[in-house]
């Protein structure tokens, strides 16, 4: 069982965590053939800024399977022209050992913007020498606009889409929610807008399986029912539970923290019944 929940865990995060970009630290495991060199031109960062953060003297002593962590923002902005007021984005003419990882993080944008902004794939690799277009933040996900009497849509990550919703006085969140956004496609979930530092209580009883930072997630916390349900807190600033506690309904999970990119304080919460997701306004709350 333990072994199942990790790796619905590990699915969950990675099919959406380039949607939404937080403050929280970096860490990259350093594989065979890397050198601090290399991992710090992909982060788009100096290797001396990683050196100095890691405190590593002697780089050459790195070795495979090392934890590198990796400075919070990028040593030298990219070279790029001013933005277009009318189109919204930037040209910039790719470099050397440039990804799209490394112009994401230092243009403040996700990498699905940067994807969809271009057309590419989602296994594009860049080449040195053409042009790309970089999105202001913000300026890859349209401004809503009506769907309806009481929704408006606007794309979100690769694969995914929020919706507005009405918020229903009857249903009880994890948190007091001004705001309410439904998350479709790859994940379906909610999206919830409250106040920083406000406190994301669980909405039912069970065991923490996972409680930590994911990268674009803030710091997470997972519930697991007696009857099998896992419920996903991400978006938290601080934590106030571990891998391993017994709760009950009500205990207070974490703290709320902000969403960078929409500087918004938002709650990031789905629910799974084994390997499906289930609809979070319809789930037990006991």
């Not at 590990?10 to 495991?29: D, N, R, Y």
């Not at 990028?74 to 007021?85: F, I, K, L, M, Y």
């Not at 699905?112 to 080449?127: H, I, P, Q």
């Not at 406190?199 to 029912?225: C, D, E, H, M, N």
């Amino acid at each position: 069982m333990k072994s199942s929940v990790k790796r619905l865990i590990i699915c969950v995060f990675l099919s959406f965590t380039a949607g939404f970009i937080f403050s929280e630290e970096i860490v990259h495991v350093m594989q065979k053939g890397e050198t601090i060199y290399s991992i710090a031109r992909s982060y788009g960062t100096s290797a001396d800024e990683v050196l100095k953060l890691n405190r590593i003297s002697d780089p050459s002593k790195v070795q495979a399977g090392a934890k590198i962590r990796i400075p919070s923002a990028a040593s030298s902005p990219a070279q790029v022209r001013p933005a277009n007021p009318q189109q919204g984005y930037s040209e910039y003419l790719v470099e050397k050992n440039d990804t799209l990882y490394s112009l994401a993080r230092r243009n403040g944008i996700s990498v699905s913007d940067l994807l969809e902004f271009n057309g590419f794939s989602t296994n594009y690799v860049l080449k040195a020498g053409e042009k790309i277009k970089i999105p202001a933040p913000g300026s890859s996900r349209p401004s809503p606009q009506p769907a309806g009497q009481n929704s408006t849509q606007a794309s979100g990550t690769s694969g995914t889409a929020t919706t507005a919703i009405n918020l229903d006085p009857a249903i009880k969140w994890p948190i007091k929610a001004k705001e309410i956004a439904q998350i479709t496609g790859r994940l379906n979930g909610v999206q919830l807008t409250g106040e920083r530092r406000e406190s994301v209580k669980s909405l039912t009883g069970g065991t923490i399986v996972s409680a930590g930072p994911y990268r674009g997630f803030g710091r997470v916390a997972i519930v697991q029912t007696t009857s099998g349900y896992l419920y996903v807190y991400g978006g938290c600033e601080t934590l106030s539970v571990k891998e391993g506690d017994k709760i009950s309904a009500g205990s207070e999970v974490g703290k709320l923290g902000i969403d960078t990119k929409t500087s918004k304080s938002q709650l990031f919460f789905f629910v799974y019944k084994g390997n499906t997701s289930v609809d979070p306004a319809k789930a037990p709350r006991t």
